[in-house]
T-cell receptor
Framework: SQTIHQWPATLVQPVGSPLSLECTVE??????LYWYRQAAGRGLQLLFY??????ISSEVPQNLSASRPQDRQFILSSKKLLLSDSGFYLCAWGGGANYGYTFGSGTRLTVV | DQQVKQNSPSLSVQEGRISILNCDYT??????FLWYKKYPAEGPTFLIS?????DKNEDGRFTVFLNKSAKHLSLHIVPSQPGDSAVYFC????????????FGKGTTLSVSS
């Protein structure tokens, strides 16, 4: 069966520090992968998605970047965090009308 | 441009009654719509979907209705249970490869016993 792993679960980082969040998927190959952010009053905002290794599409200009170094690995990064980067970050894989996406358990990032 | 809108941030319902969550969209090219349920500090879980060529899909206590002319869909939960208390997200999607779901801002449902 397919599973998605996301870590860490919580993270407190100072302003200006770097960020690396990792997401891996098991039990499937060449998945579509997504990073979303849930911030107060903004719902689930799509940040990046990837349809293959090295292929990244960015939806909004921001202080973040994403990479897909391996087929089932998706990384969200920042060189210098801002206070506005605080939120709940979710990785997801999949797609299609019958089952939609499978989300990871999320990372609560607090920038202080 | 907010393509998927959930205009009610919260809804309170008594146990056993019907919960109706609403969603409006502006993009007439969506091929399907989905509803997700999310508990605090957890990832959303898929609840139910509907193709754009259908007007109703039912799964147990959950029914989704789609009105394409009004660009409106709704999720009905009957009967509502306290365990249904969560944030519900509506999303629109395309069959085209390389596209992503577009989510609304969510509606927080509270079911009291």
């Amino acid at each position: 069966s397919q599973t998605i792993h996301q870590w860490p679960a919580t993270l407190v980082q100072p302003v200006g520090s770097p960020l690396s969040l990792e997401c891996t998927v098991e039990g499937t190959s060449n998945p579509n992968l997504y990073w979303y952010r849930q911030a107060a009053g903004r719902g689930l905002q799509l940040l990046f998605y990837s349809v293959g290794i090295g292929q990244i599409s960015s939806e909004v200009p921001q202080n973040l970047s994403a990479s897909r170094p391996q087929d089932r690995q998706f990384i969200l990064s920042s060189k210098k965090l801002l206070l506005s980067d605080s939120g709940f970050y979710l990785c997801a894989w999949g797609g299609g009308a019958n089952y939609g996406y499978t989300f990871g358990s999320g990372t609560r990032l607090t920038v202080v | 441009d907010q393509q998927v809108k959930q205009n009610s941030p919260s809804l309170s319902v008594q146990e056993g009654r019907i919960s109706i969550l609403n969603c409006d969209y502006t993009n007439s090219m969506f091929d399907y719509f989905l509803w997700y349920k999310k508990y605090p500090a957890e990832g959303p879980t898929f609840l139910i979907s509907i193709s754009s060529i259908k007007d109703k899909n039912e799964d147990g206590r959950f029914t989704v209705f789609l009105n394409k002319s009004a660009k409106h869909l709704s999720l009905h939960i009957v009967p509502s249970q306290p365990g249904d208390s969560a944030v519900y997200f509506c999303a629109g999607g395309h069959d085209q490869a390389g596209t992503a779901l577009i989510f609304g801002k969510g509606t927080t449902l509270s079911v009291s016993s």
